[in-house]
T-cell receptor
Framework: GQQVMQIPQYQHVQEGEDFTTYCNSSTTLSNIQWYKQRPGGHPVFLIQ?????EVKKQKRLTFQFGEAKKNSSLHITATQTTDVGTYFC????????????FGQGTRLTINP | GAVVSQHPSRVICKSGTSVKIECRSLDFQATTMFWYRQFPKQSLMLMATSNEGSKATYEQGVEKDKFLINHASLTLSTLTVTSAHPEDSSFYIC???????????FGNGTRLTVT
């Protein structure tokens, strides 16, 4: 079936350190989206990547979509305590569809 | 502000009872809504796609008679957990988007506890 694998499952860093989470699909994606879920909250949309090799930045966050549109990464530079939460990638396998398959998520905790 | 409203946020019910969860799109029409289930510290698992005016599309392994979905209007979808059991205890989240090019907006979720 269609699956999106995400690693690592957990990541604990010291405040100020960088953080990266990776997603991989066995088949080509139409697009990939990233969401952040704070403890006790609901997922909040961060960004959508559509084009092969696309790179987008949001302040300290850098999102990449692989050339083959099968993998993606989220990199946070100089983490802050507000970055705590679980980051999910979600892949869309069909163009024009809204159905998303979520990765397992990476739970980020930060030591202040 | 919130674009998708979900109610109730928490519900505790006894085993054997049914629970209805509402998901509303605010200020936009959603022909399609999605229902997810999330166990503690796990990912979101798509349960079903709710289609306005037609039957919902259920993912493999999700019992359609157990999780009844009704999408009677362009702004409201409901999920009814019938004859709930303790193993149905979970976090249920709905989502919708303006159109297929737009990201999903999630409701605040419903934490269901079946005793």
């Amino acid at each position: 079936g269609q699956q999106v694998m995400q690693i690592p499952q957990y990541q604990h860093v010291q405040e100020g350190e960088d953080f990266t989470t990776y997603c991989n699909s066995s088949t080509t994606l139409s697009n990939i989206q990233w969401y952040k879920q704070r403890p006790g909250g609901h997922p909040v949309f961060l960004i959508q990547l559509v084009k092969s090799g696309e790179v987008k930045k949001q302040k300290r966050l850098t999102f990449q979509f692989g050339e083959a549109k099968k993998n993606s990464s989220l990199h946070i530079t100089a983490t802050q305590t507000t970055d705590v939460g679980t980051y999910f990638c979600a892949g869309c396998f069909e163009e024009g569809a809204q159905k998303l398959v979520f990765g397992q998520g990476t739970r980020l905790t930060i030591n202040p | 502000g919130a674009v998708v409203s979900q109610h109730p946020s928490r519900v505790i019910c006894k085993s054997g009872t049914s629970v209805k969860i509402e998901c509303r799109s605010l200020d936009f029409q959603a022909t399609t809504m999605f229902w997810y289930r999330q166990f503690p510290k796990q990912s979101l698992m798509l349960m079903a796609t709710s289609n306005e005016g037609s039957k919902a599309t259920y993912e493999q392994g999700v019992e359609k008679d157990k999780f009844l979905i009704n999408h009677a209007s362009l702004t409201l979808s409901t999920l009814t957990v019938t004859s709930a059991h303790p193993e149905d205890s979970s976090f249920y989240i709905c989502s919708a988007s303006f159109n297929y090019n737009s990201p999903l907006h999630f409701g605040n979720g419903t934490r269901l506890t079946v005793t």
